[in-house]
C-alpha cells in the first residue's frame, strides 16, 4: 500500500480507538507480521491508557507496537537496537509534527471534536509517519 492509502485506512476505520487503529494499520497496510497477535492487546491504550487521557497518545503507543511486531526481539540475547532507534524516531516526527505526546495536551489543543475528527486527522498522519519509518528501516535492512 502507499503512505496516502495507509492514511486513508487509518482515518476512515470505525469502531477501533486511536491505538487499535494503528496497530492495524501496522499489520494490515503494511506488512507486519503479527504472528496471529489480535490488535486487542492495543485495546487499553486508547485515549491516552484506559481512556485517562493523562499517558502516552493512543496513536503514538498503536504505531509503537507496530514497530515491535516488525523489529522486537524474542530472546534477552538479541538486539533491540532496531526497535528502540525505530520507536524514539517515530516519537520524535510524532511530536515535531504535533507538539506533544500524551492525550490530554493533543486534546487541549483540538478543543471541542464533532466525531472526533481531530483525533482521526491525527491517526491518519501518524499512520503515514509509521508508514515512512518502516519504508525507512526496510531501505536499510
Same mark, same amino acid.
Given at each position: ?30 506488512g507486519?507480521?503479527s504472528? !496471529?497477535?489480535p490488535?486487542?492487546? /492495543? ?7 484506559? #481512556?485517562?487521557?493523562?499517558? @502516552?497518545? $493512543? *496513536? ?8 515491535g ?7 534477552? !540475547?538479541?538486539?533491540?537496537?532496531t /526497535? ?7 516519537r #520524535?516526527?510524532?511530536?515535531? @509534527?504535533? $507538539? *506533544? ?6 486534546l ?6 464533532e ?8 491517526? /491518519? ?17
Amino acid at each position: 500500500m502507499t503512505r496516502q492509502e495507509t492514511e486513508r485506512y487509518a482515518f476512515e476505520t470505525k469502531g477501533l480507538n486511536c491505538a487499535e487503529t494503528l496497530l492495524r494499520a501496522g499489520i494490515d497496510c503494511l506488512g507486519i507480521q503479527s504472528n !496471529g497477535t489480535p490488535s486487542r492487546i /492495543a485495546t487499553c491504550f486508547g485515549g491516552g491508557l484506559g #481512556r485517562c487521557q493523562e499517558e @502516552l497518545c $493512543g *496513536a503514538l503507543a498503536g504505531g509503537t507496537m507496530a514497530l515491535g511486531l516488525a523489529y522486537g526481539r524474542d530472546t534477552a !540475547g538479541d538486539s533491540a537496537e532496531t /526497535a528502540y532507534e525505530a520507536a524514539a524516531e517515530f516519537r #520524535r516526527r510524532f511530536v515535531a @509534527l504535533h $507538539g *506533544a505526546s500524551r492525550c490530554r495536551e493533543l486534546l487541549e489543543v483540538f478543543g471541542e471534536q464533532e466525531d472526533w475528527s481531530a483525533c482521526k486527522r491525527l491517526m /491518519a498522519e501518524a499512520a503515514g509517519l509509521l508508514y515512512d519509518l518502516v519504508s525507512e528501516v526496510s531501505d536499510r535492512t
